[in-house]
């Protein structure tokens, strides 16, 4: 069994300190693919949905979206104020090592359940973001697309009293709950004048079958499987595990709580997810 020292890491009880071994252990001399999520980014400043000290909140369904102006402007005020910070959030140490892995050709690449595009922007090159992406909106009339900067701009422009507004709490999703709404001005599709739409997957919608199509592929062409920063409360995360686990691939789990799929996996190590990757992008290259 491999003995964590001599890295750069914090100080790890013993205990856990064993179960990183072993994880080094079970994935060295292997190809890996990453599942990520909200626990990655926690250490960039964006909270966890689910994880200890998470906001009591219910993120706006689609129906929800779709269905009520009112429901829209809610949203578009919270998320534009969220999205400020959110967007100046950078990536951390867990992104990196991540990314450090991939270009040393160990980690395969990287699925993620998070919208942030903080693995894109830490460099990793093959990244599978599962629920969409901030960075775009799309006209759910026309399917226009639009950087979600220039929209940011536009939406300041018509709505000036935004730029004052710093009281923010953030979401994981960059969206927040402001008090009032009934000012705001929604954005609208300047090709056609319909409805505009983050592209993110929202509750109550299905993820794209060729996205989870493309997620599977990554597990299939890897060696093993790690998953961190994730409860797997969603499905696509628990089916992903599946397919790794019947093609009898070690699935090691960092994350701080329980998950859906402790018992089955190879190793679980029960803490954040930052310094367990760093940890992981030092040893996997010395292992080989």
Not at 77 to 93: C, D, E, I, K, Q
Not at 98 to 119: F, P, R
Not at 236 to 247: D, H, P
Request: glycine share 8%; net charge negative; aromatic share 6%.
């Amino acid at each position: 069994m491999t003995i964590v020292t001599g890295l750069d890491t914090d100080e790890y009880d013993p205990a856990t300190s064993a179960l990183i071994g072993r994880a080094i252990d079970a994935l060295a001399g292997r190809r890996v693919a990453f599942l990520t999520g909200a626990g990655v980014s926690t250490d960039s400043g964006i909270p966890d949905y689910r994880g200890k000290g998470a906001p009591e909140r219910t993120p706006m369904t689609a129906q929800q979206f779709l269905a009520s102006e009112q429901a829209r402007r809610r949203y578009w005020v919270g998320s534009h104020l969220g999205w400020r910070t959110f967007a100046s959030a950078s990536p951390n140490g867990g992104h990196e090592a991540i990314a450090s892995l991939e270009a040393s050709e160990i980690a395969t690449g990287v699925v993620t359940q998070n919208v942030d595009g903080l693995h894109v922007r830490a460099g990793s090159r093959r990244v599978v973001e599962l629920h969409g992406t901030m960075r775009r909106v799309f006209c759910t009339h026309c399917g226009q697309v639009f950087d979600r900067r220039d929209l940011a701009v536009r939406v300041e422009a018509d709505n000036p009293w935004l730029a004052i507004d710093d009281d923010v709490v953030l979401g994981p999703d960059g969206d927040v709950r402001p008090e009032t709404v009934e000012d705001f001005v929604v954005p609208m599709c300047t090709v056609c004048d319909g409805m505009l739409k983050p592209d993110v997957v929202f509750f109550g919608e299905f993820i794209p079958a060729e996205k989870f199509r493309e997620a599977e592929q990554l597990v299939h062409t890897s060696e093993a499987l790690v998953v961190a920063g994730s409860s797997l409360v969603v499905n696509s995360g628990i089916r992903l595990v599946e397919r790794a686990r019947r093609r009898k691939l070690p699935v090691v789990i960092i994350n701080r709580g329980a998950t859906r799929v402790d018992a089955r996996a190879t190793v679980k190590i029960d803490t954040g997810a930052t310094e367990v990757l760093r940890t992981l992008a030092v040893a996997l290259p010395a292992a080989r």
